[in-house]
């Protein structure tokens, strides 16, 4: 996760190959002191960290950054007014500073808290006072560090630089590299996907309470009850700790459950007795046309390649059969905490599984909705939760 609004950073992360979560902090700059200008860009970073981690719900690897030029023992942060932009730029003309980033990067499984800065000489060209305020009036120094950028407008202001260049645009891809492998994370799986949970037992203890407890089970079972055929034989994948399975047995219906974690399954055998089994979702241990339902409750958004999935799906389920899956569940989270939609699309993307399912004979026919736990923001989200029904024989 990316724990700063920069969309400088955010571009450097994607062009490099990762794809964080970005999640603003809200921390208040303005009010923050160092004895130093490249402490203070560390201070900065720690407390943007620090503050996306205290509201998270499950485990994640945690970036704060935050930038501050040093001009003469002075730290210039955003200017955030054009008189002060102007000012500063005229003070820097000509001029050589020093751009420091400060890197937080926390590990919640690890329990891991790495701070760390690098700093850069920029040197600046000697500009006129016309080009200082063309600058100024595009808006673009009044929301950076230093009133500049080396890989925007600014640019073509900047002369030469003296260390890492990607640090002077927001994040030092190197430092980082180093600070993540220190948490046992390396560059090249950020290529493939976003580090997953551990389904130990520590996580399979406190799974429940992190994700909503028995009201959101009884809500999330409620959805998928008000979908599923009556009477039949209910599969559920990556059953977990069973809390949504037992809520269906409850509303009267058969469900087996499989899961890969066995610390997940020591909890969902209490719930669901003689009714789990450790098993892969993309290999299940199930003849052919024996289920009536597969429901999958925030499952697919973990996988890198959901289709095994659904053809497996598609392959254990009868005629007629339907399965049952929550959908778009980051997007979900993401609108409830007041921000746009992902670029980045993931395996539970309604998109994606209408397109993959249907090459496996399952056509999308019923959805509904459920909310889950009030965010940060205040608001619920509301998970969409879809049906789809094998209408291919054979």
């Not at 009010?31 to 499950?58: F, I, M, N, Q, Y």
């Not at 028995?214 to 209910?234: E, F, I, N, T, Y």
């Not at 997940?264 to 055998?269: C, P, V």
Request: aromatic share 4%.
């Amino acid at each position: 996760m990316l724990a700063s609004a920069s969309p400088a950073r955010l571009k450097t992360l994607r062009g490099a190959g990762v794809e964080p979560e970005v999640i603003v902090s809200g921390v208040d700059e303005d009010h923050v002191t160092a004895e130093s200008p490249g402490e203070l860009a560390r201070v900065l970073a720690t407390l943007k960290a620090r503050a996306v981690v205290a509201d998270l719900t499950e485990h994640a690897t945690v970036l704060g950054c935050d930038s501050v030029l040093e001009l003469d023992g002075e730290p210039f942060g955003k200017p955030g007014t054009p008189e002060i932009a102007r000012e500063r730029l005229r003070s820097m003309r000509g001029r050589t500073g020093v751009l420091h980033t400060g890197h937080c990067l926390i590990d919640t499984a690890s329990k891991q808290e790495l701070r760390e800065l690098e700093s850069t000489k920029v040197y600046f060209a000697d500009l006129t006072d016309e080009e200082i305020d063309a600058y100024v009036d595009t808006g673009e120094p009044l929301v950076v560090a230093g009133s500049f950028t080396v890989d925007g407008l600014g640019g073509p202001f900047v002369t030469a630089i003296e260390g890492d260049y990607h640090n002077v645009v927001g994040v030092s891809l190197p430092l980082l590299r180093r600070m993540l492998a220190e948490v046992g994370i390396t560059w090249p799986a950020l290529w493939k996907s976003s580090p997953r949970i551990s389904y130990d037992e520590t996580e399979a203890a406190r799974y429940d309470d992190t994700r909503g407890g028995a009201v959101r089970a009884q809500a999330a079972a409620d959805a998928v009850d008000s979908l599923l055929p009556k009477g039949g034989r209910v599969l559920e994948l990556a059953v977990g700790t069973g809390i949504v399975g037992a809520e269906l047995v409850a509303r009267g219906n058969l469900v087996h459950g499989v899961d890969l974690s066995t610390a997940m399954l020591r909890h969902a055998r209490i719930r669901l007795p003689g009714h789990v089994a450790a098993a892969n979702a993309a290999q299940l241990p199930i003849a052919d046309r024996r289920c009536d339902a597969v429901v999958a409750v925030w499952l697919l958004h973990l996988l890198d390649d959901s289709e095994p999935v659904i053809a497996e799906v598609a392959r254990v389920l009868r005629t007629d059969g339907v399965f049952i899956t929550t959908t778009e569940k980051s997007e979900a989270s993401r609108y409830a905490d007041g921000r746009g939609p992902n670029d980045w699309r993931s395996q539970d993307a309604l998109s994606h599984l209408v397109a993959t399912a249907a090459r496996h004979g399952l056509t999308l026919d019923a959805a509904t909705t459920f909310p889950g736990p009030p965010r940060t923001s205040g608001q619920s989200p509301l998970y969409p939760l879809v049906r789809f029904r094998r209408t291919v024989t054979g």
